[in-house]
């Protein structure tokens, strides 16, 4: 059984940046593409990033383009996701999530979730 751990999440003030961290557990996340979501007080869970396995293909929410990237450790199984110039907006709880591919995570088809961290931004 696969396990998804986020760590790396907590207070920051707007305009400054964050690291967020997925560790995979298990030997089905080894080719799978791997993404982040966000979830918002009182609001939908949303899409913020995705990565192929190989890195050939990557794809972001247009609220966070140029300022978010994902990145991928193969040999350590972990995915990253440095937030830069970070608004109060992006202000949510933030889920690594795992699938077969990109366009998975996009439309939602999420087979593996983590437990999330929280990202408070302040002003």
């Known amino acids: 059984q696969g396990q998804l751990v986020e760590s790396g999440g907590g207070l920051v003030q707007a305009g400054g940046s964050l690291r967020l961290s997925c560790a995979a557990s298990?030997?089905?996340?080894?080719?799978?593409?791997m993404g982040w979501f966000r979830q918002a007080p009182g609001k939908e869970r949303k899409f913020v990033a995705a990565?192929?396995?190989?890195?050939?293909?990557?794809y972001y929410a247009d609220s966070v383009k140029g300022r978010f990237t994902i990145s991928r450790d193969n040999a350590k199984n972990t995915w990253y996701l440095q937030m830069n110039s970070l608004k109060p907006e992006d202000t949510a709880v933030y889920y690594c999530?795992?699938?077969?591919?990109?366009?998975?995570?996009?439309?939602?088809?999420?087979?593996?979730w983590g437990q999330g961290t929280q990202v408070p931004v302040s002003t």
């Open positions: 298990g030997r089905m996340f080894s080719r799978k593409a």
């Open positions: 999530a795992g699938s077969d591919n990109p366009k998975d995570l996009i439309t939602g088809a999420v087979e593996y």
């Open positions: 990565r192929s396995w190989s890195g050939g293909s990557t």
